[in-house]
């Protein structure tokens, strides 16, 4: 370096220099905007609120055209957490390449949401199914201890 040309590598279009603060704040939101688009670029899940509004509508739409429809509709929304344990097990499974006690765990979540959502959606008998799912949570957490990190 020298004192004439004090950066050996200048860049092709260096940044306008910022006189006016109202153009700082402005380059300012628009970093924080795109930083913030950056963070959620790679979430292709932004469909899900709309899906489960879509599924929601057809849902009262359905009641009160007369159609019987399920009953205990509120019950889907235990969907919700039981879909994002699916995801986060995909998730971990593709990150370690195999079944590992983080897989394993976030199954057994959903399993056993689904099967608590699929119970109350069709009014079937609670009394029947309690012991299987004491039973399938057992097996996880016998599963997550012999199973390796």
Do not use: K
């Not at 905007?33 to 469909?47: F, L």
């Not at 994002?84 to 097990?89: E, I, K, L, S």
């Not at 390449?97 to 119970?119: E, F, H, N």
């Amino acid at each position: 370096m020298n004192e004439q040309n004090p950066d050996p590598n200048p860049s092709p279009n260096p940044p306008p220099p910022v006189n006016d603060w109202r153009e700082q704040r402005r380059a300012e939101r628009m970093a924080r905007r795109e930083a913030r688009w950056q963070i959620h670029a790679g979430r292709p899940y932004g469909w899900i609120g709309g899906a489960i509004l879509i599924l929601l509508g057809i849902v009262f739409l359905l009641q009160t055209m007369g159609f019987p429809f399920l009953l205990n509709w509120w019950a889907l929304f235990i969907l919700i957490p039981a879909f994002w344990a699916y995801v986060a097990a995909w998730r971990i499974y593709q990150d370690s390449g195999r079944m590992r006690r983080g897989v394993a765990g976030a199954l057994t979540v959903g399993i056993l949401l689904t099967v608590l959502s699929l119970v109350f959606l069709f009014n079937l008998a609670i009394g029947l199914f309690w012991p299987a799912l004491l039973i399938v949570g057992g097996l996880a957490l016998l599963a997550s201890a012999l199973w390796p990190r």
